[in-house]
């Protein structure tokens, strides 16, 4: 009954879009695509019936307005859970920073000293959104240099009460991604050496094994479908973060099974719904 799930689709956004289209067409299902700008949440209708079952991957942007509509489940990204503030309580000793404050940027810049001396920094920490809509890029900021809240909000482009999580800085040597459906993976792929781009497909080894254990122990997850983005640093591998199945590059990753899985969990909370 899975080939009843339909696909919204936001043009021109990930590297396997025409990949991803010959998948979805190979298993079967209706797909419709869109722009950002020309979706409407109050024409939904024109897309899909309203209360049908429809799978979103696109933009964050877009994808929060997907899940205004009447669609089960509209996209796979639940903001609470993918903040750093609740997924970091669970995945906590496995991150790779698992020594860390969250807190605003107000506080930030008022507990300046604090901090740096906790990091034994010379003013050189991570800061990334507490949020996953990516509200400013993540990275490594001096703030010796932006001491002010004036200078760190001009930088950052966003206000004080901004919540942020603050960590040392850590040297990456690699990142993967995988697809998840709850506890099982779904696909993976290498994406970045360093500073080069790399699209690898992982076909079982060590780092399947690796995330598998994680996953076990931890036996929480944000919802049905997210994505887990893994990293060596110093010869050690750790969790980087999660992320959403709707709005992820899908890099090297198997993108049929990244549309099986996506079928097979939409339908589920679709029944789920409608009994």
């Keep these: 009954m899975t080939q009843k799930v339909n696909w919204l689709l936001e043009q021109k ?16 299902y209706t797909y419709k695509e869109t722009k950002y700008l020309a979706f409407r949440r109050e024409e939904a209708d024109q897309y899909f019936p309203d ?3 429809v799978l979103f991957r696109g933009t964050l942007g877009l994808g929060r307005d997907i899940l205004r509509t009447s669609w ?69 900021f001096n703030l010796e240099v932006l ?9 950052l482009k966003r206000d004080e009460t901004t919540l942020v999580l603050v960590s040392s800085k850590r040297s990456i040597a690699r990142e993967w991604r995988f697809f998840v459906y709850k506890n ?30 994680v996953l076990k122990q931890v036996k929480w997850y944000p919802e049905s479908l997210y994505t887990i983005d893994i990293c060596e640093s ?7 973060e999660l992320g959403s ?17 996506g079928a097979k969990a939409a339908w589920e909370d679709y029944e789920t719904v409608n009994g």
């Design 184 to 213: 099982e993976i779904v696909t993976g792929s290498l994406y970045l050496i360093g500073e080069e781009r790399i699209d690898e497909r992982i076909e079982g080894g060590y780092l399947k094994n690796y995330l598998s254990d």
């Design 13 to 28: 956004i990930f590297d396997a879009e025409t990949q991803f289209l010959e998948a979805i067409q190979k298993q079967g």
């Design 72 to 140: 089960v489940p509209g996209a796979y990204m639940d903001e609470k859970n993918l903040r750093c503030s609740t997924y970091y309580t669970y995945f906590g000793s496995y991150l790779l920073n698992n020594k860390y404050f969250i807190l605003s940027l107000g506080e930030l810049i008022r507990r300046k000293e604090e901090i740096l001396e906790y990091f034994k920094s010379n003013g050189e920490i991570f800061i990334r959104p507490d949020s996953n809509m990516k509200s400013f890029r993540a990275g490594v």
């Design 147 to 155: 001491n002010t809240m004036q200078a760190l909000s001009s930088e």
């Design 51 to 53: 209360h049908e079952c």
């Design 245 to 261: 199945y709707s709005c992820a590059g899908e890099y090297g990753c198997d993108v049929g099974l990244i549309v099986e899985a």
């Design 234 to 240: 110093e010869g050690e591998l750790y969790i980087l």
